[in-house]
């Protein structure tokens, strides 16, 4: 079936970078954007950016650009997002989601499964 | 980027309610607007895409209206499942942004 599968939970140090990898399986991987989203603690979802399997590129939200790297291995189909110069309030839970490339106004149908990061010393 | 503001933030129902929660853009987003819904400790899941599409397999008791700056999300009569929080989001432009949520408890 269609999945997005997410790397497991990571602790890191404030000033660190945490690498987390989204799994896609059940679909073509290069059809759909993978976008980032995190949760802090009890806040809301906040969209971080997303990347074009297809050719690589890239879009950020103005907050994370010069901190967050999104790149993909297609012969794997498999998304990453590497987030770096880690603070305590960017510990969140950092979900994947895809939508597609080709068509407009779709939503983000199938998530991963969430991958929690703690920042803390 | 786009800014979306959804209120209530939080509301109060009874089971069988109808229930409306509201959403702004910050600018024109024609009907790029979708709706999900999640419960604690899980993903969200989308409810409602392109401002009135019901997305495969959510219950009809679901719908969604609006264009432009201003959205609805309707659910015709709140049953205990519902009870969640529900997101707004843009798919106007990149990157995807979130409204800041509305939490539906009893």
């Known amino acids: 079936q269609v999945q997005l599968v997410q790397s497991g939970a990571e602790v890191k140090k404030p000033g660190a970078s945490v690498k987390v990898s989204c799994k896609a399986s059940g679909y073509t991987f290069t059809d759909y954007y993978i976008h980032w989203v995190r949760q802090a603690p009890g806040q809301g979802l906040e969209c971080m950016g997303r990347?074009?399997?297809?050719?690589?590129?890239?879009?950020?939200a103005q907050k994370f650009q010069g901190g967050v790297t999104m790149t993909r291995d297609t012969s794997i189909s498999t998304a990453y997002m590497e987030l770096s110069r880690l603070r305590s309030d960017d510990t969140a839970v950092y979900y994947c989601?895809?939508?597609?490339?080709f068509g407009v106004g779709y939503g983000m149908d199938v998530w991963g499964q969430g991958t929690t990061v703690t920042v803390s010393s | 980027d786009i800014q979306m503001t959804q209120s209530p933030s939080s509301l109060s129902a009874s089971v069988g309610d109808r229930v409306s929660i509201t959403c702004r853009a910050s600018q024109s987003i024609s009907t790029y607007l979708n709706w999900y819904q999640q419960k604690p400790g899980k993903a969200p899941t989308l409810l409602i895409y392109?401002?009135?599409s019901l997305q495969s397999g959510v219950p009809s008791r679901f719908s969604g209206s609006g264009s432009g700056t201003d959205f609805t999300l309707t659910i015709s009569s709140l049953q205990p499942q519902d009870f969640a929080t529900y997101y707004c989001q843009q798919s106007y432009s990149a990157p995807l942004t979130f409204g800041g949520g509305t939490k539906v408890e009893i």
């Open positions: 990347i074009n399997p297809n050719s690589g590129g890239t879009n950020y």
């Open positions: 392109a401002a009135s």
């Open positions: 989601a895809r939508v597609p490339i």
